[in-house]
């Protein structure tokens, strides 16, 4: 099983601000995705990564970048927060091979722009 | 482009009494499926796949999931519910060779009487 780190797990800021969400796994995974959750909501793709300088948007349009300098590190930014993000962001990776469907989650952020 | 249903948003059940949360899948060929089990301000956790083979897989937490191709279905199953099984519950499909990206379901959220 995966071990994925998410920081930070709360956030609250003030709209205008440029966050950064970090996620971070130790399995060597190539690929790696963000997702958002509403609350009660199904979780929505919004960036996938399937290795190093490799990025792509997901399904659910976003406001936010990321980047894949290192395989294990996948950050995810905001340039400027505003209330419309509030939401969890969730981070999973997945290994290759047959497997490579399986994906396995961080515990999230939850993030509130006031 | 494949969607998943879940169509129980809430489902209360007693502690020691069976569960079964229904999942349905729309996709032209055999997908992959997931159960994983989301609790309070936590990320997902992989409950149990199928992949191919046996339609009746075994998953953590004493749950098991059928695959009914003829009914586009994915049930899971606990035949004996504790308390500490409440949770939201969540289906996901991905399909043949298309990037490892999971569709979700809308999720079914499960409380457990005592």
């Known amino acids: 099983e995966a071990d994925i780190y998410q920081t930070p797990r709360y956030l609250v800021i003030g709209t205008g601000k440029k966050i950064t969400l970090e996620c971070s796994q130790t399995?060597?995974?190539?690929?790696m995705y963000w997702y958002q959750q509403d609350p009660g909501m199904e979780l929505h793709l919004i960036h996938y990564?399937?290795?190093?300088?490799?990025?792509e948007k997901g399904d659910l349009s976003s406001e936010s970048t990321v980047s894949r300098i290192r395989t294990e590190h996948f950050p995810l930014t905001l340039e400027s927060a505003r209330p419309s993000h509030t939401s969890q962001y969730l981070c999973?990776?997945?290994?290759?091979?047959?497997?490579?469907?399986?994906?396995?989650f961080g515990p999230g952020t939850r993030l509130l722009v006031l | 482009a494949q969607s998943v249903t879940q169509p129980d948003i809430h489902i209360t059940v007693s502690e020691g009494a069976s569960l079964e949360l229904r999942c349905n899948y729309s996709?032209?060929?055999?997908?992959?499926l997931f159960w994983y089990v989301q609790s309070p301000g936590q990320g997902l956790q992989l409950l149990l796949k199928?992949?191919?083979?046996?339609?009746l897989v075994q998953g953590i937490k004493g749950f098991e999931a059928e695959f009914k191709r003829s009914q586009s279905s994915f049930n899971l199953r606990k035949p004996s519910v504790h308390w500490s099984d409440a949770a939201e519950y969540f289906c996901?499909?991905?399909?043949?060779?298309?990037?490892?990206?999971?569709?979700f379901g809308t999720g079914t959220q499960l409380k457990v009487e005592l």
């Open positions: 999973a990776s997945s290994e290759g091979g047959l497997s490579s469907e399986t994906q396995y």
């Open positions: 199928y992949f191919s083979g046996d339609t």
């Open positions: 996901a499909v991905a399909v043949t060779g298309g990037g490892n990206k999971l569709t």
């Open positions: 996709y032209g060929a055999t997908p992959y």
């Open positions: 990564s399937y290795g190093v300088n490799s990025t």
């Open positions: 399995m060597g995974h190539d690929k």
